[in-house]
C-alpha cells in the first residue's frame, strides 16, 4: 500500500493529508440527524461513487476489527468504530482518497500521501470534492464559507496534517516548546491518531487549526513551511545527539535492532519505540541493511487490528507472540 512507500523528506515525515468536511443542504447535522437522515446521507453518496470508479461500503456490515484496522491506516478515524449510527465509506481502490460519511460531519474527503506532499493532496482532494458538488448542493454561507458541525471548521472545511518522527525532539524535551509555538502561529501537535491519542513511536500529527478567513493554498503554504523548518531541525537534533553521545546512541539503537530481530514476544507499544530506535539509526547511517521503506511495511504489518484481520487472533498474548515472528522474517 502507499503508506509503506517512502516519499520526499521521508526520513522525518512519513505521510501528509488533506482533509475537506462538507455537509449537504436541508440535512441536519449530526448532532440532530436522525436514522432516516443518516440513511439518506448515503444513498445521495453511493451513486456519486459507483459514478467515479471509487468503492463504496456501509461499515455497519463490518465488524469491529476490520474498522479497527481502517483506522491503524487512517482511512476512517476511531469516531467511525461506533456502530450505534449508520455510516459509510468510499475509498478509491489505492487507498489514498477515502471519504467518510456520517462522522462528525456528513462528508469528510481525506487525501493522503506518502513524505511531505501536501500540495499533491489539496489537488485530489479538490478534485474529488467538485465531483461530489456536480451532484450535491452543500451548505455554505457567503460570510462564513463551508457550514460544519463544529465551529472550528467554519470556512474552507480544510484540516491539513502530516505525520512526523521527532525522536531527538522528544529525547531532547525540545518538543514541548514546538507544541507551544506552533499553536502560537494557529497549528497543533496531536499524537499518532489525532486529537486525544498519544505520540507513540515518537511520532507526532501537525496540522493546521485556523480554516476561517484564510484559503486552502495560504493553509497549506503556512504549514509546509513550518514542516520545512521542523524537519531541518529534527534532522540537526539528531546529528548533534549522535556527535555529543555517538557509543551511547550507537548502542540504544542495535539493541533495539537486536530485540526486534530476536525476541519472541513483542507487544505493540514496545515495538513502535523500537522501530523509532531503527529509524533513527538509518537516517544516521547506523543502520545499513534495512530501508525506511521496510520499517513502514513493520509498522502497520504488525498493529494489532491488522494481525487480527490477517491472523484471527484475538487475544493479546496470541497478537504478542505474532508480531515478534512477522518482524523476524521481514528483518531477515
Known amino acids: 500500500m502507499w503508506y509503506t512507500n517512502t516519499g520526499k523528506n521521508g526520513d522525518i515525515v512519513l505521510s501528509s493529508r488533506v482533509r475537506l468536511a462538507r455537509n449537504i443542504k436541508d440535512i441536519p447535522f449530526a448532532g440532530k440527524m436522525t436514522e432516516k437522515d443518516e440513511l439518506t446521507v448515503l444513498e445521495k453518496l453511493k451513486p456519486v461513487a459507483e459514478k467515479n470508479g471509487l468503492n463504496f461500503f456501509s461499515l455497519k456490515d463490518f465488524p469491529l476489527y476490520e474498522k479497527q484496522a481502517l483506522a491503524e491506516q487512517h482511512i476512517i478515524s476511531p469516531d467511525m468504530l461506533d456502530n450505534s449510527r449508520h455510516r459509510g465509506l468510499i475509498i478509491s481502490p489505492d487507498n489514498r482518497t477515502s471519504i467518510m460519511l456520517c462522522e462528525e460531519d456528513h462528508i469528510r474527503i481525506q487525501c493522503m500521501q506518502?513524505?511531505?506532499?501536501?500540495?499533491?493532496?489539496?489537488?485530489?482532494?479538490?478534485?474529488?470534492?467538485?465531483?461530489i458538488e456536480e451532484e450535491i448542493d452543500y451548505e455554505f454561507h457567503q460570510d462564513l464559507g463551508y457550514l460544519t458541525c463544529c465551529p472550528s471548521n467554519l470556512g474552507t472545511g480544510m484540516r491539513a496534517s502530516v505525520m512526523v518522527h521527532l525522536p531527538a525532539h522528544t529525547k531532547t524535551g525540545k518538543i514541548n516548546s514546538v507544541i507551544r509555538n506552533f499553536s502560537q502561529v494557529g497549528l497543533t501537535v496531536r499524537g499518532l491518531y489525532g486529537e486525544g491519542s498519544k505520540a507513540l513511536g515518537n511520532i507526532y500529527q501537525v496540522s493546521n487549526q485556523v480554516t476561517l478567513g484564510i484559503t486552502e493554498e495560504e493553509i497549506i503554504e503556512k504549514l509546509t513551511g513550518f514542516i520545512t523548518e521542523l524537519t531541518e531541525n529534527e534532522r540537526k537534533l539528531q546529528k548533534e545527539l549522535y556527535d555529543r553521545e555517538k557509543f551511547v546512541l550507537e548502542d540504544k539503537i542495535m539493541r533495539s535492532y537486536g530485540t526486534l530481530k530476536n525476541a519472541v514476544i513483542l507487544s505493540s507499544s514496545e515495538t513502535l519505540n523500537l522501530i523509532s530506535d531503527m529509524r533513527m539509526g538509518i537516517n544516521l547511517g547506523i543502520i545499513k541493511d534495512i530501508t525506511l521503506g521496510t520499517l513502514n511495511e513493520i509498522f502497520y504489518a504488525v498493529l494489532p487490528a491488522n494481525i487480527i484481520k490477517k491472523y484471527n487472533l484475538e487475544s493479546s498474548a496470541e497478537r504478542d507472540l505474532k508480531r515478534a515472528e512477522i518482524i523476524k522474517e521481514k528483518l531477515k
Do not use: Y
Open 114 to 131: 506518502e513524505g511531505f506532499d501536501l500540495e499533491e493532496c489539496l489537488k485530489n482532494a479538490v478534485e474529488i470534492d467538485n465531483l
